[in-house]
T-cell receptor, first 113, second 115 residues
Framework: KQEVTQIPAALSVPEGENLVLNCSFT??????LQWFRQDPGKGLTSLLL?????REQTSGRLNASLDKSSGRSTLYIAASQPGDSATYLC????????????FGSGTQLTVLP | ETGVTQTPRHLVMGMTNKKSLKCEQH?????MYWYKQSAKKPLELMFV???????ENNSVPSRFSPECPNSSHLFLHLHTLQPEDSALYLC??????????????FGPGTRLLVL
């Protein structure tokens, strides 16, 4: 059974810092990996989707990497802003059942002005 | 309306009540999902529908009954729930291509409290 772990569970940084969020998964036979953002009491917003054949994806100040063999992904946020404060969730799509996403518990990020 | 909408946004019900959650997507997608998000726990997939057919049921208790009348609408019928069923229920949709693996788009969720 796939298990997804996100470290740290919470992170507080001053505005302007670059930061890295970590995600690890136990079964490397994945179809894809997604990073989502969730604001308090709200649904999820997809940030980046990395297919299993890809190594990284970039969108604006966000860069996500994927190392399937080691079961790891990172989300890099450059020049953090208070508006980046949210919970960031990593989700792994399984091979053979690509619509089944297994989520991590998330990293709660606070960017201090 | 755009994207994925869910109603109601908040619901309080007793254990003997029957209620329904509604999800509607305006994205032309063919796959729809129900997830449960409990405090301090990861999101749990409950059901998946693809082209109106249920393709996944992750051992969900029968007190949760999904219905997908068409590709745009998804319901979750609730009856005789337990307090531990209190959670945020999230609906999502995706294009539903045969290859799978596409981005899922989430609604804002229904916050359910069972007394």
């Amino acid at each position: 059974k796939q298990e997804v772990t996100q470290i740290p569970a919470a992170l507080s940084v001053p505005e302007g810092e670059n930061l890295v969020l970590n995600c690890s998964f136990t079964d490397s036979a994945i179809y894809n990996l997604q990073w989502f953002r969730q604001d308090p009491g709200k649904g999820l917003t997809s940030l980046l989707l990395i297919q299993s054949s890809q190594r990284e994806q970039t969108s604006g100040r966000l860069n996500a990497s994927l190392d399937k063999s080691s079961g790891r992904s990172t989300l890099y946020i450059a020049a953090s802003q208070p508006g980046d404060s949210a919970t960031y969730l990593c989700a792994v799509g399984a091979s053979g059942s690509a619509r089944q996403l297994t989520f991590g518990s998330g990293t709660q990020l606070t960017v201090l002005p | 309306e755009t994207g994925v909408t869910q109603t109601p946004r908040h619901l309080v019900m007793g254990m003997t009540n029957k209620k329904s959650l509604k999800c509607e997507q305006h994205l032309g997608h063919n796959a729809m999902y129900w997830y449960k998000q409990s405090a301090k726990k990861p999101l749990e997939l409950m059901f998946v529908y693809n082209f109106k057919e249920q393709t996944e049921n992750n051992s969900v208790p029968s007190r949760f009954s999904p219905e997908c009348p068409n590709s745009s609408h998804l319901f979750l019928h609730l009856h005789t729930l337990q307090p531990e069923d209190s959670a945020l229920y999230l609906c999502a949709s995706s294009p539903g291509t045969l290859a799978g693996g596409e981005t899922q788009y989430f609604g804002p969720g229904t916050r359910l409290l069972v007394l």
